[in-house]
């Protein structure tokens, strides 16, 4: 069931849909195969060969891969001309949704990326074509509008088989043959033969690009046959640009010859030899018809057992300024998590009111406000952080930023074990010694507090920034504001019909995250009074998870950070007691991804809006990594940074 035009070229359309013959009306992609009349026979047939490849290739390896989008369907259908009276055949195929954003979108977004994120972009997409190649298939074309980001900060590679670029006859302006010109290495410009190396030409070519924001014609010298990219950015990691440079050799023997290689190579620069092999994945079977999966309720996550931590060792350093620093590797050790997540939702009384005062901030006196980052004295080394979700566009883009302006410092996420990711994961990985400081959307309760004490940590908790939680629906349903007692009986089970709130005969679908994260928390202090969600609730165990049921599922309602919900194009922010979580006016879905909406940072720093919180640093006073990293975010040049992704200024 075709909603909307996702996107139109020369062979063909893409349309955003729902699958009529799954419960949940799940979102889909539609590709339809329907080639300008403008190709000769023997274009024809490549084209049509080239789109079968794509299903082919998605469903030997999407379902083996977590960052390859999951074939569902692929089929043709004959009908009838109304012009000609004549049978035409129509080819279909029908893939995995990705919500978010193409590097493309962000780069026209930005203008650049930082050379953090842009090493962090190589790394993962270098570990989705180890596995590409290594089942036997070759991309061909890699370039920023293949890869795409959700609001989870996972990337994926789409659009196996190049249908788009079969020949120099379409009607593309960037394009010939089959590749994308300026991405292509010379053996595929010229018709030869395309090697593993190929695609990593092409990935350091999309590099590149994100570094300079320029064109590659202007990367390019065609009279020396060279990239003078350098001349356009200054990369700091010496070892990145060596990378780079053989990555993007002329002639495919000179580059890496496998991407296991380059990535062994990209990571000789934070003093390791060798990178960890990608994870080892299924075999794939060969290909069999499509079957569309069944779509089942997602189980609460177990708690898991606390486990004794070991022995954590650590160099000991000075801390210096970003103009004194010297990299000095810390060593680190994994741990196995314990989450006290019950402890957490009984300690309310004291933590709501804490939060409550959301202008109140004592943590912050011990703090002297900086200008900018480079002012800030930050320990050289090696650190693991984890925690909240809603720090995820933190993640994606400051962090970076922080890591290219301090050499030394090498800041690594660490997930739970058998745990999805929560401010309550992450701090309960702190008081076990599995992570140096945890990024949280919410304080610590006296549970908490007790436990690092009987541990022999004394633990500190360090406002940085101002969040809105903003309502989600799905797109289609004709509610645009909500009050907080609505959303109160919504969620414990006493609202089920929207009918009952002035809306249509439609049963009322909650969902929420699994009730590890402070998100959650929050929400049962601010909106349930402290009442635990009804079990009629949803569960789901990611964002990403969450926002898909939402979209595909009429009458559904969803809560979650605004930095990463109000901006999505397939569900609706709402008001909240007549306050919009998205800055007026409002954009229209339709509009999407040209035009999307943004947080309301007038309303949230304020307080207008109601739905309103600090997020926290939260370290082991013993460990000045911790106070570091607040103190760059408290910084002026930290705080323009996190209005840039969606937090409003606390200083």
């Not at 080239?50 to 030997?60: D, G, I, S």
């Not at 893939?95 to 953090?116: A, H, M």
């Not at 014609?217 to 440079?245: C, M, P």
């Not at 360090?462 to 509610?479: M, N, Q, Y």
Request: with cysteine; hydrophobic share 35%; net charge negative.
């Amino acid at each position: 069931m075709p909603e909307r035009l996702l996107g139109q070229g020369g062979f063909g359309a893409a349309y955003y849909a729902c699958d009529r013959d799954t419960p949940t009306l799940r979102p889909c992609v539609v590709k339809l195969f329907q080639p300008s009349a403008r190709l000769n026979q023997q274009q024809l047939q490549i084209a049509q060969q080239l789109f079968a490849r794509e299903a082919e290739v998605l469903e030997r390896l999407g379902n083996q891969h977590p960052q390859i989008p999951d074939l569902y369907a692929y089929f043709p259908i004959v009908v009838k001309s109304p012009a000609s009276g004549q049978d035409e055949e129509y080819f279909y195929l029908v893939q995995e949704f990705i919500d978010g954003e193409d590097l493309e979108q962000i780069l026209e977004r930005r203008g650049t990326l930082p050379e953090g994120a842009v090493k962090a972009i190589l790394v993962s997409i270098l570990k989705v074509l180890e596995f590409v190649h290594s089942n036997g298939a070759i991309h061909r074309d890699i370039k920023p509008s293949n890869i795409m980001k959700t609001v989870d900060n996972q990337l994926y590679l789409l659009d196996f088989g190049a249908v788009k670029q079969v020949t120099g006859a379409a009607s593309s302006a960037r394009s010939t043959g089959i590749y994308t010109t300026g991405y292509a290495p010379p053996e595929q410009v010229t018709g030869g033969q395309v090697f593993p190396a190929s695609d990593l030409y092409s990935l350091a070519v999309t590099c590149i690009v994100l570094l300079t924001g320029k064109e590659t014609t202007e990367l390019f010298d065609s009279y020396s046959n060279d990239w003078l990219w350098q001349k356009h950015v200054t990369i700091k990691d010496k070892n990145l640009a060596l990378v780079l440079d053989k990555l993007l050799s002329a002639s495919p023997q000179d580059r890496y010859s496998s991407a296991q290689a380059a990535l062994d190579a990209l990571m000789l620069s934070s003093g390791t030899q060798s990178v960890p092999k990608p994870t080892t994945y299924p075999t794939p079977i060969p290909p069999n018809p499509p079957v569309t999966p069944p779509v089942t309720a997602i189980p609460p996550v177990p708690i898991a057992n606390p486990v004794p931590p070991q022995t954590l060792t650590k160099s000991s350093t000075k801390p210096i300024s970003a103009r004194q620093q010297q990299s000095k590797p810390v060593l680190l050790r994994p741990w196995v998590l314990g989450l006290a997540l019950l402890a957490a939702l009984i300690a309310g009384g004291s933590w709501w009111a804490k939060q409550q005062g959301l202008f109140d901030t004592p943590q912050l006196a011990t703090i002297t406000p900086a200008a900018n980052f480079a002012d800030i004295d930050v320990p050289p080394g090696q650190f693991t952080y984890g925690g909240s979700t809603t720090w995820a566009p933190i993640r994606g883009i400051i962090d970076p930023q922080l890591q290219q302006l301090f050499p030394g410092l090498q800041l690594t996420y660490q997930s739970p074990i058998n745990q999805p990711s929560g401010s309550s994961a992450g701090i309960q990985m702190l008081i076990n010694g599995e992570i140096d400081f945890a990024q949280t959307s919410r304080p610590l309760t006296p549970t908490e507090k007790q436990q690092a004490q009987q541990q022999g940590i004394t633990l500190q908790e360090i406002p940085v920034a101002i969040e809105g939680v903003a309502i989600v629906t799905h797109p289609e349903l004709p509610i645009e504001n909500l009050s907080q007692a609505d959303l109160r009986d919504i969620y414990i089970g006493h609202t089920n019909n929207w009918q009952q709130l002035g809306g249509p005969d439609l049963p009322v679908v909650p969902i929420s995250r699994n009730d590890v994260g402070g998100t959650v928390i929050f929400f049962s202090q601010a909106v349930l009074n402290g009442e635990a969600l009804a079990t009629s609730v949803k569960r789901s165990s990611t964002t990403t998870e969450a926002l898909r049921l939402t979209a595909s599922t009429p009458g559904a309602i969803y809560f979650a950070s605004a930095p990463e919900v109000v901006g999505q194009c397939t569900v609706k922010p709402i008001s909240i007691e007549q306050q919009p979580p998205y800055q007026p006016p409002y954009i229209d879905l339709t509009n999407c991804p040209n035009q999307r909406n943004q947080p309301n940072l007038q309303g949230f720093k304020s307080g207008n809006y109601p739905l309103t919180r600090q997020i926290y640093i939260v370290a082991n006073i013993n460990v000045p990594i911790g106070q570091a990293y607040a103190e760059l975010l408290l910084s002026a040049e930290g705080q323009v940074a996190l209005n840039s992704v969606g937090f409003a200024q606390l200083r």
